[in-house]
């Protein structure tokens, strides 16, 4: 089978399941009938920019950045674009640097995304400070906010 249709088979699986660990989706890529390996599960889900997101029966569950990103109305993901200098993380805290005077418009833009990763925002000038609930929570963020 073709290397897209296991990437069109890994988005089904995981709207269809609750799907946490890359062994789950080997597993159930190797049932549909996909000879992979974990390692190429990895790089699947890098390519298609999946991030772990609070699952309803298990912690976190494989979900398309994209999709966090659709219900962001198009003028906030606009308005984050234009005063947005830098994203950089330090451990759980995620500094955003922007046009001067946008700090506070850059936290209400994320505020407004609701991403459930996020513990809480603080504003400066410049300068939000997001605060992460975990080092990989953060590593989360960064890229949903990049792939804006």
Do not use: C, W
Not at 30 to 52: M, P, Y
Not at 87 to 100: F, G, R
Not at 122 to 140: H, P, R
Request: hydrophobic share 40%.
């Amino acid at each position: 089978m073709t290397k897209k249709a296991r990437l069109n088979a890994i988005l089904e699986l995981i709207k269809e399941f609750e799907i946490s660990t890359q062994e789950e989706l080997t597993e159930k890529l190797n049932q549909k009938g996909f000879d992979v390996s974990q390692a190429t599960v990895s790089r699947d889900i890098n390519e298609l920019d999946l991030i772990k997101v609070d699952g309803t029966n298990k912690k976190s569950v494989y979900r398309k950045a994209d999709n966090v990103n659709t219900e962001i109305p198009q003028k906030i993901k606009d308005l984050f674009k234009q005063i947005t200098i830098s994203i950089v993380s330090a451990n759980n805290l995620i500094v955003v640097k922007t046009l001067n005077g946008n700090g506070s418009s850059a936290g209400m833009a994320i505020d407004h995304m609701h991403i459930p990763q996020i513990l809480g925002t603080i504003a400066g000038d410049d300068t939000l400070l997001i605060v992460a609930k975990n080092n990989s929570d953060a590593e989360i963020i960064v890229k949903i906010l990049r792939s804006i």
